[in-house]
Every structure is written in structure tokens, then in C-alpha cells.
């Protein structure tokens, strides 16, 4: 509850246009939702003109998540949402790519092919919303392929 609280509290504090505040917030709360609120600022600071900051902020998004697959491709896929939302689709169509390439680079040390396939459809429905129909059609014939690797008991 408390990660909940710190990642709402820090990007209302960049959308009032305290980023640096924002990002000190952010150092206080563990993984959560953490890497959907770095892509949110990264998405308002490139609105800004602040690419080097976006840059920085999705640097973070990827170390908050980073030695942990599963945190890994949600931060990505949360990533590229926020970014998507806040209108940076180039961004955030690169950020889903990356987010796929991880699972299908890593799917044998992922956990679970459950989990795999979860994640990609997860990912398929957000390039869709974001957009991005031939990627999504991708992602989700991955995400089936997965699926039939699923153990049935």
C-alpha cells in the first residue's frame, strides 16, 4: 500500500511540475507500480522538451525492476502504457518491443509458461490500445504459442 501511495504521490507531484521532487519520492518506494510512474514522468518531460531527463527517468524505470524477469517485463509493459497515454507512442512501441524481446530471450528462466503467456497478452492488449495493431497480432500469437506449453493437470 505504501509503494501505492509513494508512485501516485510522485507523479502528481510531476505533473505540478516538481519532477526532481518527484523522482526523490520515487527512491522511497520499492518495486510496485514504480516503473509505470518513471514512464509517466519521462512521457511529461518529453513533453517538456526534456529528453535527457525522459531519458534518465526510463534508465530508472528498467533499473527499479532489474534481476527480477517478471518485474522486468511489467516495468517495461507499464513503461510503455504511461508513456503511451501521455501520447509518446514512437517511445512507447520501441518500450513494448523491448519488453518482448526480454520474454522471449529469458522465457526458459521466467518461472512459468503461464506467467509468459499472461505477460504477453498483457502486452498485446496494451499495443492494441496503444495503437500498434501489427504488433499486438505478433505479441498475441506469441503469447498463444506459450499458452500450449502450459502444463494441463
Known amino acids: 500500500m505504501r509503494d501505492h ?9 510531476a505533473r505540478g511540475g516538481d519532477i526532481p521532487g ?5 527512491k522511497r518506494a520499492e518495486r510496485g507500480r514504480k516503473a509505470e510512474a518513471y514512464g509517466k ?21 528498467v533499473e527499479a525492476t532489474e534481476n527480477d524477469l517478471y518485474f522486468q517485463s511489467r516495468g517495461l509493459r507499464d513503461l510503455a502504457k ?3 497515454k501521455e501520447g509518446y507512442y514512437e517511445g512507447a512501441k520501441e518500450i513494448f518491443a ?4 526480454l520474454i522471449k530471450k529469458e522465457r526458459n528462466h ?44
Not at 518527484?22 to 520515487?26: K, S
Not at 518529453?46 to 530508472?60: C, E, P
Not at 523491448?98 to 524481446?101: I, M, N, R
Open 110 to 153: 521466467y518461472g512459468s509458461p503461464y506467467l509468459c503467456a499472461m505477460e504477453l497478452s498483457d502486452i498485446a492488449e496494451a499495443q492494441l490500445n496503444a495503437g500498434d495493431a501489427s504488433a499486438a497480432r505478433s505479441t498475441a500469437r506469441l503469447a498463444f504459442e506459450t499458452a500450449r506449453e502450459v502444463p494441463m493437470y
Open 82 to 84: 504511461a508513456m503511451a
Open 5 to 13: 501511495v509513494l508512485t501516485i504521490a510522485a507523479v502528481a507531484q
Open 41 to 61: 514522468i519521462a512521457a511529461m518531460q518529453i513533453k517538456a522538451g526534456d529528453k535527457a531527463g525522459a531519458n534518465m527517468a526510463v534508465k530508472l524505470a
Open 22 to 26: 518527484a523522482l526523490e519520492t520515487l
Open 98 to 101: 523491448l519488453a518482448v524481446e
